[in-house]
């Protein structure tokens, strides 16, 4: 069980819609998670620097909020790793020929009214329900 | 300037990820689970997102050109490709198996939580496979 959690995850969400508002005026790129990624597994892009210092901010702030202490982030996971590896290698195939994942597909392209987007992000939540579906109520868990 | 600029629009996406509740895999896991512990709450992340970023990018793109850099740099590709659809649908089964996305588990790193570590390892692997692959299934044109 989660908590149902309206309006942390309205406000947390617009957030990252600012996130995707600034990078966009200030470097001119979408803010998709899997793009900026790319560019920094071999052949590294040219324009690496933008792209190193995203990700360090967006690993930073939550070691921020949560190491001053005042706000514990809720995380759960019971996920044996081996299939933290497995589903790890799915996930870097699958948004490198998908181009994109939920920030760049689901935020940043349905927001620019893109056909692929639009297409790709009915196509991963459809996959990803049926396999929480076959997960957790065929399968009985992972272990 | 510009690497400030770029680290503050991370930062702001790592604390959109970690209030939302898209950094805690259960949560994300529990968003598909219609037939089990539901938790729309999600539906909220997504929603605030996609409301800031349609606007903002409306506003955004009007301007000729991003503040550091000559010009946007949007996707121009249109067609539903094969690899697009294939590639959305495997995304989807390793985020349904893991709860993680690209980036929700970036963030999780600040968190220092292991699981993350060894997700975005094996991601990140991922990308590279997929990246040589591509180049072996398309090879270069004959010059």
Same mark, same amino acid.
């Given at each position: 069980m989660t908590e149902f959690t309206p309006l942390a995850s309205l406000v947390g969400g617009m957030l990252i819609g600012l996130s995707a508002v600034l990078l966009m005026a200030l470097h001119g790129r979408i803010a998709g998670m899997t793009g900026i990624l790319s560019g920094l597994v071999a052949p590294i892009a040219p324009d690496w620097s933008w792209r190193l210092a995203f990700l360090a901010g967006a690993v930073a702030a939550p070691a921020l909020i949560t190491g001053l202490g005042r706000y514990t982030i809720p995380f759960q996971t019971n996920l044996p790793t081996p299939w933290l590896v497995i589903g790890g290698l799915i996930v870097g195939i699958g948004v490198h020929f998908g181009s994109?994942?939920?920030?760049?597909?689901?935020?940043?392209?349905?927001?620019?009214l893109s056909?692929?987007?639009?297409?790709? &992000?009915?196509?991963?939540?459809?996959? &990803?329900?049926? &396999?929480?579906?076959v997960v957790r109520h065929l399968l009985g868990g992972l272990s | 300037m510009r690497i400030v600029a770029a680290l503050l629009a991370g930062a702001v996406f790592g604390t959109g990820i970690?209030?939302?509740?898209?950094?805690?895999?259960?949560?994300?896991q529990n968003f598909f689970d219609f037939a089990g512990t539901w938790d729309p709450s999600l539906a909220f992340?997504?929603? @605030?997102?996609?409301?800031?970023t349609f606007i903002g990018y409306r506003l955004v793109l009007k301007r000729p050109a991003p503040v550091?850099?000559?010009?946007?740099?949007? *996707?121009?590709?249109?067609?539903?490709?094969?690899?697009?659809?294939?590639g959305a649908a495997t995304f989807g089964i390793g985020w349904g198996i893991t709860g993680f996305c690209p980036g929700g588990s970036i963030p999780a790193l600040?968190?220092?939580? *292991? @699981?993350?570590?060894?997700?975005?390892?094996?991601?990140?692997?991922?990308?590279?496979?997929?990246?040589?692959?591509?180049g072996w299934l398309q090879p270069s044109p004959a010059t």
């Open positions: 994109g994942c939920p920030s760049g597909h689901g935020v940043c392209g349905i927001a620019r056909r692929r987007s639009f297409v790709a &992000t009915a196509v991963f939540m459809a996959s &990803t329900a049926v &396999t929480v579906f | 970690a209030i939302s509740g898209m950094i805690n895999p259960a949560k994300v992340v997504m929603g @605030g997102a996609l409301l800031v550091f850099d000559t010009s946007f740099h949007l *996707p121009a590709k249109q067609d539903l490709d094969l690899p697009l659809l294939a600040g968190l220092a939580e *292991p @699981g993350a570590l060894v997700f975005v390892a094996s991601m990140t692997c991922g990308i590279a496979v997929a990246r040589l692959a591509r």
